[in-house]
């Protein structure tokens, strides 16, 4: 079943890093840069466009979250994120803070 765009926008949610955390665990969380659209980047995963994702991922755009920021949200473990889950994925995007 293919999903468009728009639904994808709809399903999109806020969560915190302590509510993500076991999707890392399992390794299905893949972080967005903030400068990708979440909705965009879910849609492609979703309709399997190879060549756009492998582009992300060689300009460091999507990837898994490195063990830095791991670290970094293990001490702000209510750090918000937007997230969108496309099947096996959780893609998420981290919410500007306050300082931003």
Not at 17 to 43: C, K, P, Q, S, Y
Not at 50 to 70: C, F, Y
Request: with cysteine; charged share 25%.
């Amino acid at each position: 079943m293919k999903v468009s765009q728009e639904e994808l926008a709809k399903q999109i949610d806020v969560t915190d890093w302590f509510t993500l955390r076991a999707h890392l665990e399992r390794g299905g969380l893949i972080l967005v840069d903030r400068m990708l659209n979440l909705t965009e980047v879910g849609f492609a995963v979703a309709s399997d466009d190879v060549q756009l994702i492998e582009r992300w991922i060689a300009s460091g755009m999507v990837g898994k979250p490195t063990a830095a920021q791991i670290e970094t949200w293990d001490l702000e473990r209510t750090r918000a994120f937007a997230c969108l889950i496309t099947s096996p994925y959780v893609l998420i995007q981290e919410a500007p803070t306050e300082n931003e």
